[in-house]
């Protein structure tokens, strides 16, 4: 099947590219060598829609992330394009010229390099914004430059809901190529197993759909594959119908949490590092309009300090949790474990012990961070007749991650560290106990951190083999290099 469908691109190849970069391509001819020249071509044919350093907007896009660290790149310019064909244009160029480039939907990545480049290409998704519902077939078509809030806002008219990002900001792009955790991956999957159509543009600018029916490997290896095989200039995704939803922020002091809740659903425990206080917060949802949501009665039992339950749309929720762009630096470590609460308690304990030893890192914002996977929801992926990337055993699992922000550039290596070796130690101790997955979830890991380690082998295999069909000239390895790689 890779085999033929490669030969359907490459005999593709020589007549569409030709065809849509023709008119940019005349401008530069075959004299095009590296990313200023392609920078230069793109400016005589789209004018404004490329920005250079010296233009009005540069610095101001430059700020468009969540990680500060991402904000340290400079392009040598940034190609805003508004259609999937300017895109096309604009890789077949990047291809031809040899031009190194980096691709930012929402901008949420905090690995740097993932989602910008010093000395190459920014191709920005900011201008396409475009969502249609088509209620009758109960999907949504999103374009690549939307925030998961502007997706759950068009829906809320028609009371349809999608699988997708949890926080206002995150975008559509980069987390639905990742996996995508949503509240209720239980029952409906990830936001990978919810994507029914990706429209793609290949390394060679060509245009493809990835479907059930048309390019059926490309369409399994972009549920959880990430950037190593195009870019998405459509998703169409499943919608549910679904009004309201019964909601509840739960808050519990330390004294609460600290003897025998460590396998339950604690989103986030922040150690405020200036007065060692610690606070955890659940954020949670249940369909429908039961409230407050009985799903989470064990928790509301242990009689938080704060509570706040409440009947809403989805996107009156979503829109309400919010997180900045530039944030802080910010850096990810997690791994995964079967759960087990001893054990979970042992790690946090051992966290808020270890922190205290960075805590002279200016502007620390140590956070402690649990998501399920649950065995429902991995049956969810692996029984939809396509499956995806992750190969998930169908079992309950949670990944156990530190969140850390700072301030200085000074102390990027001092936290990755300190970060790094603190997972790696106590994951360590849960392999010796049988305790550890070695799935690691790419919304959750840091740049030090290889995803395609924790996935069954034979599923790295056939993505590689669907790269080598959809990508032969290495154009999202090469010339795109940032970001969750394959590797060779
Ligand atoms: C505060 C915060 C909250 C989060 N909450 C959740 C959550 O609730 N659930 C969850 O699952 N994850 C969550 N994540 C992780 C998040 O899913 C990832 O960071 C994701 O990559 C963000 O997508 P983005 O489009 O904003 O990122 P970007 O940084 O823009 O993109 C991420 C990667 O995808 C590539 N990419 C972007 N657009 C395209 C495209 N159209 N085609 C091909 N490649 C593309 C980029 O080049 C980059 O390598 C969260 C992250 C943060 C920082």
Same mark, same amino acid.
């Given at each position: 099947?890779?085999?033929?469908?490669?030969?359907?691109?490459? $005999?593709?190849?020589?007549?569409?590219?030709?065809?849509?970069?023709?008119?940019?391509?005349?401008?530069?001819?075959?004299?095009? $060598?590296?990313v200023?020249?392609?920078?230069?071509?793109?400016?005589?044919?789209?004018?404004d829609?490329?920005?250079?350093?010296?233009?009005?907007?540069?610095?101001?896009e430059?700020?468009?992330?969540?990680?500060?660290? !991402? !904000?340290?790149?400079?392009? +040598?310019? #940034?190609?805003?394009?508004?259609? /999937?064909?300017?895109?096309?244009?604009?890789?077949?160029l990047?291809?031809?010229?040899g031009?190194e480039?980096?691709?930012?939907?929402?901008?949420?990545?905090?690995f740097?390099?993932?989602?910008n480049?010093?000395?190459?290409i920014?191709?920005?998704?900011?201008?396409?914004?475009?969502?249609?519902?088509?209620?009758?077939?109960?999907?949504?078509?999103?374009?690549?430059?939307?925030?998961?809030?502007?997706?759950?806002?068009?829906?809320?008219?028609?009371? /349809?809901?999608?699988?997708?990002?949890?926080?206002? +900001?995150?975008?559509?792009?980069?987390? %639905?190529?990742?996996?995508?955790?949503?509240?209720?991956?239980?029952k &409906?999957?990830? $936001?990978?197993?919810?994507?029914?159509? &990706?429209?793609? =543009?290949?390394?060679?600018?060509?245009? *493809?759909? /990835?479907?059930?029916?048309?390019n059926?490997?490309?369409?399994?290896?972009?549920?959880?594959?990430?950037?190593?095989?195009?870019? *998405?200039?459509?998703f169409?995704?499943?919608?549910?119908?679904?009004?309201?939803?019964?909601?509840?922020?739960?808050? &519990?002091?330390?004294?609460?949490?600290?003897?025998?809740?460590?396998?339950?659903?604690?989103?986030?425990?922040?150690?405020?590092?200036?007065?060692?206080?610690?606070?955890?917060?659940i954020?949670?949802?249940?369909?429908?309009?039961?409230?407050?949501?009985?799903?989470?009665?064990?928790?509301t039992?242990i009689?938080?300090?704060?509570?706040?339950?409440?009947?809403?749309?989805?996107v009156?929720?979503?829109?309400?949790l919010? +997180?900045?762009?530039?944030?802080?630096?910010?850096?990810?470590?997690s791994?995964?474990?079967?759960?087990?609460?001893?054990?979970?308690?042992?790690?946090?304990? $051992?966290?808020? /012990?270890?922190?205290t030893?960075a805590?002279? =890192?200016?502007?620390?914002?140590?956070t402690?961070?649990?998501n399920?996977?649950?065995?429902?929801?991995?049956?969810?992926?692996?029984?939809?007749?396509?499956?995806?990337?992750?190969?998930?055993?169908?079992?309950?699992l949670?990944?156990?991650?530190?969140?850390?922000?700072?301030?200085?550039?000074?102390?990027?290596?001092?936290?990755?560290?300190?970060?790094k070796?603190?997972?790696?130690?106590?994951h !360590?101790?849960?392999?010796?106990? !049988?305790?550890?997955?070695?799935?690691?979830y #790419?919304g959750?890991?840091?740049?030090?951190?290889?995803?395609?380690?924790?996935m069954?082998?034979?599923?790295?295999?056939?993505?590689?083999?669907?790269?080598? %069909?959809?990508?032969?000239?290495?154009?999202?390895?090469?010339?795109n290099?940032?970001?969750?790689?394959?590797?060779?």
């Open positions: 099947m890779y085999s033929f469908e490669a030969s359907k691109f490459l $005999a593709a190849e020589l007549l569409i590219v030709g065809a849509i970069t023709s008119s940019v391509s005349a401008q530069n001819s075959s004299t095009c $060598a590296g200023s020249d392609a920078c230069t071509s793109l400016s005589a044919h789209f004018g829609q490329i920005l250079f350093p010296t233009s009005a907007n540069y610095s101001a430059n700020l468009n992330y969540w990680d500060v660290r !991402s !904000s340290d790149l400079a392009s +040598t310019c #940034m190609f805003l394009p508004t259609t /999937a064909d300017q895109v096309a244009t604009a890789v077949a990047f291809n031809q010229c031009a480039f980096s691709v930012r939907g929402g901008g949420h990545m905090n740097p390099g993932s989602n480049i010093d000395d190459g920014l191709l920005a998704f900011d201008q396409m914004t475009s969502i249609t519902v088509n209620t009758e077939a109960s999907t949504v078509d999103v374009s690549p430059g939307n925030r998961w809030v502007d997706v759950y806002q068009a829906l809320n008219a028609t009371g /349809a809901y999608a699988i997708g990002g949890r926080l206002k +900001t995150i975008g559509v792009a980069g987390l %639905a190529l990742i996996g995508g955790h949503h509240y209720w991956n239980n &409906y999957g990830f $936001a990978m197993d919810n994507v029914v159509n &990706y429209e793609v =543009v290949l390394g060679n600018g060509t245009q *493809v759909s /990835a479907n059930n029916a048309t059926h490997d490309l369409f399994w290896a972009l549920k959880g594959g990430a950037n190593n095989f195009g870019i *998405v200039t459509k169409t995704m499943k919608t549910h119908q679904v009004p309201l939803i019964s909601t509840t922020a739960l808050t &519990y002091s330390e004294e609460q949490f600290g003897g025998d809740i460590g396998a339950g659903f604690f989103n986030t425990i922040s150690l405020n590092i200036t007065t060692g206080v610690v606070s955890a917060r954020a949670g949802t249940q369909e429908g309009t039961e409230s407050p949501p009985s799903r989470f009665a064990n928790f039992a009689g938080p300090v704060s509570s706040s339950t409440n009947v809403m749309p989805p009156t929720w979503h829109g309400a919010k +997180t900045s762009d530039q944030f802080a630096r910010v850096q990810f470590q791994k995964t474990m079967t759960p087990d609460a001893a054990r979970l308690i042992e790690i946090y304990q $051992a966290w808020k /012990a270890s922190v030893q805590a002279d =890192v200016e502007g620390l914002q140590p402690f961070v649990l399920v996977i649950s065995a429902s929801g991995a049956k969810v992926g692996n029984n939809n007749g396509v499956g995806n990337v992750w190969g998930l055993e169908e079992k309950n949670i990944i156990w991650q530190l969140s850390n922000g700072w301030v200085n550039q000074a102390d990027d290596l001092r936290v990755t560290n300190w970060a070796n603190f997972v790696d130690y106590h !360590s101790i849960n392999q010796a106990s !049988s305790l550890a997955s070695e799935f690691l #790419m959750d890991i840091g740049e030090n951190q290889n995803p395609f380690l924790g069954p082998l034979a599923n790295v295999q056939r993505m590689r083999e669907v790269r080598s %069909a959809y990508d032969p000239a290495g154009v999202f390895s090469n010339l290099w940032g970001g969750f790689k394959l590797g060779h």
